[in-house]
C-alpha cells in the first residue's frame, strides 16, 4: 500500500478571517488518539470555537471538536478534550512572549493531513473592532464591483 502524500484539509475556520488580524502562521503536529484519527479521516471536525494557548512551557488546542467516531467502542474520545500541539521550542517561546505581553491569540486557521500526518496551522492573530470588520467587508466589496466592472469592460 502507497504511503500517503500531499495535503488534505479536514477542517478550516474561515471565520478567524474576519474576526483577526493575522500576524503570522505556524504549523503544528497534534497528539491525538486512534478514534480522533478515524474521525478526522471522515472530514468531520470544526474549528469554529477553538483557540491556543500555552500553559506551562506547551501548546495545548483548546475547544476543537472532533466529534467521536461512530465504531468506536467503549474507548472513544471525548469530542472537546484539551490536545497537545507539537511545536520547537523557540516557536513556544516566541509565541508564549507575543500571547503574555498582549492583544495577541492564538486561533487555529486549518486542520489537515500532511503526508499522512494531522497538522494544524495556527495563527499569532490580534482581534479587530467593529469598524475593522465593516471597513474589510467593505473593501471586499468595492474589489468585487471593480474586478466585475473590468470584466465587462473586457468583454466588449
Sequence with gaps: MPRETGRKV?????KARHDY???????AGIVLTGTEVKALREGRASLADGFAQIDRGE????HVH????FQGTWNNHAPRRRRKLLLHRA???KLAGSTREGGYTLVPLQLYFKDGKAKVEIALARGKKNWDKRQTLREQQDKRESDRAM???ANR
Design 10 to 14: 479536514v477542517a478550516t475556520n474561515r
Design 21 to 27: 488580524h493575522i500576524d503570522d502562521t505556524y504549523e
Design 59 to 62: 501548546a495545548w488546542l483548546e
Design 66 to 69: 472532533i466529534p467521536e467516531y
Design 91 to 93: 516557536e513556544i517561546d
Design 151 to 153: 470584466s465587462l469592460r
